[in-house]
């Protein structure tokens, strides 16, 4: 789960994970009667390594090269491996549920109907087609009478427009978002982030970097600009989709680098209602929060600071006529998905195939299951988890979260770079992490949304107003530490600094990730790294602005700083030398905190295994040793393809590593894997002791 705004979401691993037993019984032999693995006969497919290989040149090759080269990607897919082959599965159960219930239907106003007619009318691609472009005339009637500046920022900030915080579809860009989001320094209330935005491409390099494809990518967002811009019903598109990327690279020239927004204190301002507007004092904030419903806040949190009176000031030197044709394209971009299949289709063209590489767009009813996701995902989510989540994988998944938190807290009292003093803030914040399993203890109440048979768009837009709606009618209230931030059928996991909380939705918690019968060290590498991981962001660089109560402030000295930059300085550098194709790098520092997570996750998982065994040595299995086995339920993990285009994005624009640096990138730094491997000089991922990156 990633995004380019700045997420209270420190993690979305994006796709993770193992499975869990208790830690003596996983640690002994199976029994007869024991259910085997999914894989193999201790939780590991053997058959996916490529034994021609040595482990010190390229791990993730080992562990998954012969996977590698007998798999093709998808047509309809940018990547394929292990999280979004159970991400495949796990749709194949929704869409059960789902047709079942929109077959049944149900009484008017229940979760059911709400489920059934949203599907139903999103599938019905005849009917979408038949009534053309009349369900988006309303707003582009109102996007052509826009006449002043104070319109325009009226317009996109109307409910049904405004951003709710996590890219609704029906979202409108434009260069100032609002969006609300857990106060990140009195975590017990909400606020209003104010943040910049306003791009089509994924990053202001996009826009700025002469170099590889970027040209290219450009002239076709142009050609697509124009060709949306004439299915809106607009003339003289070509010269109008110039001007519009103009204006984009404008804004793009104002955007921070996208490393730098990953800085919580950077991005948190707060500023009374009169010191926002004096931000520009002639821009016309009052008319946008008016229509917002936010009359009456008398706060905000700014994020990019001083990036808000230069795009204030860009839209209001830039002529609305410009605004309207600039909000036409964002408008039918936006609500592309439930809008006539020439246009959904040219969407598609640029976004999945030109910018992602994806040949063919995904059948019809996964990206149904997708927006239920986003309109009515814990409707949906609970259905999903009475019928494929077995409560006994929610205790086994609670007791490896106790290992693991024991094995940080024994790694915490020997750490060097550590004070006495901060050692002892961060044993209160480890105890303090609250681990949320499957699914949450109450679910959302969804009866202020309305949902109409036959009517995709309407019900996509109410979605992105209901939403609105319910986010700002608590802003005076206590924050809902019980909410939860992902559905129940998301195959991924993440860290909330703000509740300090670590959140495992149920569909993570099954084979390959989560296997009751694997081998203990499997387990431990698998599912134990992903525990890890996420509870390892409460101490990374940006956890450590967080303290046990979310509260964001400073908790380690200046000197336990200035000690930890020096470690992971060397890991970001190490990471800056990764290269999938010449021109692009890993960005060290853009990725640093998810390389935090995966390194300390990895190690105190290791621990926790070997806490696990009780002091016994691990049997060997199949000729493979325990340590073996831990590092390959890592690596097989992180087993991936993903076209280049796809790739190319998620290193300019993202904050997770890819897939096989991910898997080198770590190992390389763990002492142990040395060891099992009988890595040594000479070998492609070896490192000198003195230059392995040690933090927990």
Same mark, same amino acid.
């Given at each position: 789960?990633?995004?380019?705004?700045?997420?209270?979401?420190?993690?979305?691993?994006?796709?993770? %994970? !193992?499975?869990?037993?208790? @830690?003596?019984?996983?640690?002994?032999?199976? &029994? +007869?009667?024991?259910?085997?693995?999914? $894989? *193999?006969?201790?939780?590991?497919?053997?058959?996916?390594?490529?034994?021609?290989?040595?482990?010190?040149?390229?791990?993730?090759?080992?562990?998954?090269?012969?996977?590698?080269?007998?798999?093709?990607?998808?047509?309809?897919?940018?990547?394929?491996?292990?999280?979004?082959?159970?991400?495949?599965?796990?749709?194949?159960?929704?869409?059960?549920?789902?047709?079942?219930?929109?077959?049944?239907?149900?009484?008017?106003?229940?979760?059911?109907?709400?489920?059934?007619?949203?599907?139903?009318?999103?599938?019905?691609?005849?009917?979408?087609?038949?009534?053309?472009?009349?369900?988006?005339?309303?707003?582009?009637?109102?996007? %052509? !009478?826009?006449?002043?500046? @104070?319109?325009?920022?009226?317009?996109?900030? &109307? +409910?049904?427009?405004?951003?709710?915080? $996590? *890219?609704?579809?029906?979202?409108?860009?434009?260069?100032?978002?609002?969006?609300?989001?857990?106060?990140?320094?009195?975590?017990?209330?909400?606020?209003?982030?104010?943040?910049?935005?306003?791009?089509?491409?994924?990053?202001?390099?996009?826009?700025?970097?002469?170099?590889?494809?970027?040209?290219?990518?450009?002239?076709?967002?142009?050609?697509?600009?124009?060709?949306?811009?004439?299915?809106?019903?607009?003339?003289?598109?070509?010269?109008?989709?110039?001007?519009?990327?103009?204006?984009?690279?404008?804004?793009?020239?104002?955007?921070?680098?996208?490393?730098?927004?990953?800085?919580?204190?950077?991005?948190?301002?707060?500023?009374?209602?009169?010191?926002?507007?004096?931000?520009?004092?002639?821009?016309?904030?009052?008319?946008?929060?008016?229509?917002?419903?936010?009359?009456?806040?008398?706060?905000?949190?700014?994020?990019?600071?001083?990036?808000?009176?230069?795009?204030?000031?860009?839209?209001?030197?830039?002529?609305?006529?410009?605004?309207?044709?600039?909000?036409?394209?964002?408008?039918?971009?936006?609500?592309?998905?439930?809008?006539?299949?020439?246009?959904?289709?040219?969407?598609?063209?640029?976004?999945?195939?030109?910018?992602?590489?994806?040949?063919?767009?995904?059948?019809?009813?996964?990206?149904?299951?997708?927006?239920?996701?986003?309109?009515?995902?814990?409707?949906?989510?609970?259905?999903?988890?009475?019928?494929?989540?077995?409560?006994?994988?929610?205790?086994?998944?609670?007791?490896?979260?106790?290992?693991?938190?024991?094995?940080?807290?024994?790694?915490?009292?020997?750490?060097?770079?550590?004070?006495?003093?901060?050692?002892?803030?961060?044993?209160?914040?480890?105890?303090?992490?609250?681990?949320?399993?499957?699914?949450?203890?109450?679910?959302?109440?969804?009866?202020?949304?309305?949902?109409?048979?036959?009517?995709?768009?309407?019900?996509?837009?109410?979605?992105?107003?209901?939403?609105?709606?319910?986010?700002?009618?608590?802003?005076?209230?206590?924050?809902?530490?019980?909410?939860?931030?992902?559905?129940?059928?998301?195959?991924?996991?993440?860290?909330?600094?703000?509740?300090?909380?670590?959140?495992?939705?149920?569909?993570?918690?099954?084979?390959?990730?989560?296997?009751?019968?694997?081998?203990?060290?499997?387990?431990?590498?698998?599912?134990?790294?992903?525990?890890?991981?996420?509870?390892?962001?409460?101490?990374?660089?940006?956890?450590?602005?967080?303290?046990?109560?979310?509260?964001?402030?400073?908790?380690?000295?200046?000197?336990?700083?200035?000690?930890?930059?020096?470690?992971?300085?060397?890991?970001?550098?190490?990471?800056?030398?990764?290269?999938?194709?010449?021109?692009?790098?890993?960005?060290?520092?853009?990725?640093?905190?998810?390389?935090?997570?995966?390194?300390?996750?990895?190690?105190?998982?290791?621990?926790?295994?070997?806490?696990?065994?009780?002091?016994?040595?691990?049997?060997?299995?199949?000729?493979?040793?325990?340590?073996?086995?831990?590092?390959?339920?890592?690596?097989?993990?992180?087993?991936?393809?993903?076209?280049?285009?796809?790739?190319?994005?998620?290193?300019?624009?993202?904050?997770?590593?890819?897939?096989?640096?991910?898997?080198?990138?770590?190992?390389?730094?763990?002492?142990?894997?040395?060891?099992?491997?009988?890595?040594?000089?000479?070998?492609?991922?070896?490192?000198?002791?003195?230059?392995?990156?040690?933090?927990?």
């Amino acid at each position: 789960m990633y995004t380019n705004r700045r997420l209270f979401v420190t993690s979305a691993l994006t796709l993770f %994970a !193992a499975g869990c037993v208790s @830690a003596p019984q996983a640690a002994a032999p199976l &029994a +007869p009667a024991r259910p085997r693995p999914r $894989f *193999g006969s201790f939780g590991v497919d053997l058959a996916s390594r490529d034994l021609s290989v040595r482990p010190g040149d390229d791990f993730n090759l080992y562990c998954s090269g012969s996977w590698m080269r007998a798999n093709e990607i998808p047509a309809d897919r940018a990547s394929w491996g292990t999280s979004p082959m159970l991400s495949a599965e796990v749709q194949d159960s929704v869409k059960a549920l789902v047709e079942e219930t929109a077959a049944a239907g149900g009484a008017p106003g229940s979760n059911a109907q709400k489920v059934g007619d949203y599907y139903n009318a999103f599938m019905d691609v005849d009917a979408i087609n038949a009534r053309g472009m009349a369900p988006a005339r309303a707003g582009l009637d109102a996007i %052509a !009478a826009l006449r002043t500046h @104070a319109d325009v920022w009226s317009f996109v900030c &109307a +409910p049904e427009n405004t951003s709710v915080g $996590f *890219g609704t579809p029906a979202t409108i860009n434009f260069p100032i978002q609002l969006f609300p989001l857990i106060d990140a320094r009195d975590p017990d209330k909400y606020c209003i982030i104010v943040t910049h935005a306003g791009l089509g491409l994924p990053d202001r390099d996009y826009y700025l970097r002469d170099d590889e494809q970027f040209p290219e990518l450009r002239s076709q967002y142009q050609a697509h600009i124009a060709r949306q811009l004439t299915n809106a019903g607009l003339s003289d598109g070509e010269r109008k989709a110039q001007n519009i990327l103009a204006l984009e690279t404008r804004i793009a020239r104002l955007h921070w680098p996208v490393e730098r927004r990953r800085d919580v204190v950077a991005t948190y301002n707060k500023k009374t209602r009169a010191e926002l507007i004096a931000l520009n004092s002639r821009f016309p904030w009052a008319e946008g929060l008016s229509r917002a419903g936010l009359t009456d806040l008398g706060e905000y949190v700014v994020a990019e600071l001083d990036t808000m009176r230069p795009l204030s000031q860009l839209v209001l030197s830039t002529p609305v006529a410009q605004w309207r044709d600039y909000l036409t394209f964002q408008y039918i971009a936006a609500h592309a998905q439930v809008l006539p299949a020439n246009v959904d289709a040219e969407n598609f063209a640029f976004f999945g195939t030109a910018l992602n590489g994806q040949p063919e767009q995904r059948q019809r009813w996964k990206r149904a299951i997708e927006g239920l996701d986003n309109a009515l995902g814990e409707a949906v989510g609970q259905a999903y988890v009475a019928r494929h989540f077995p409560e006994s994988s929610k205790s086994q998944m609670l007791e490896l979260v106790e290992n693991m938190r024991r094995a940080y807290g024994e790694r915490i009292n020997t750490l060097t770079w550590m004070s006495e003093e901060t050692k002892a803030a961060a044993r209160e914040k480890l105890a303090t992490f609250r681990p949320k399993i499957g699914y949450p203890d109450r679910w959302r109440d969804y009866s202020a949304y309305e949902v109409r048979a036959g009517d995709a768009f309407g019900n996509l837009q109410r979605s992105a107003a209901y939403e609105w709606r319910r986010q700002i009618g608590r802003l005076d209230q206590p924050t809902d530490r019980d909410e939860w931030y992902m559905s129940t059928f998301t195959v991924n996991a993440y860290y909330n600094p703000s509740w300090n909380e670590i959140v495992f939705p149920a569909a993570i918690l099954q084979p390959p990730y989560f296997d009751p019968a694997a081998d203990a060290a499997v387990i431990y590498g698998g599912i134990g790294s992903v525990i890890g991981h996420e509870m390892g962001h409460g101490f990374d660089d940006q956890g450590a602005k967080s303290d046990a109560h979310g509260v964001l402030r400073d908790w380690w000295s200046a000197d336990d700083v200035t000690r930890f930059s020096a470690l992971v300085d060397e890991l970001a550098a190490q990471y800056d030398t990764f290269s999938p194709f010449p021109g692009i790098h890993v960005n060290g520092r853009l990725t640093l905190g998810e390389n935090i997570g995966d390194l300390g996750g990895l190690e105190v998982a290791y621990q926790a295994y070997k806490i696990s065994l009780n002091g016994q040595e691990a049997p060997v299995l199949d000729g493979i040793t325990g340590d073996q086995r831990f590092f390959l339920g890592y690596g097989q993990g992180w087993k991936r393809l993903t076209r280049d285009a796809a790739l190319r994005n998620q290193i300019l624009s993202n904050p997770h590593s890819p897939a096989q640096y991910r898997v080198n990138g770590v190992v390389r730094n763990h002492d142990a894997w040395y060891a099992a491997f009988d890595v040594q000089p000479g070998d492609a991922l070896y490192l000198a002791p003195e230059d392995r990156v040690h933090i927990w």
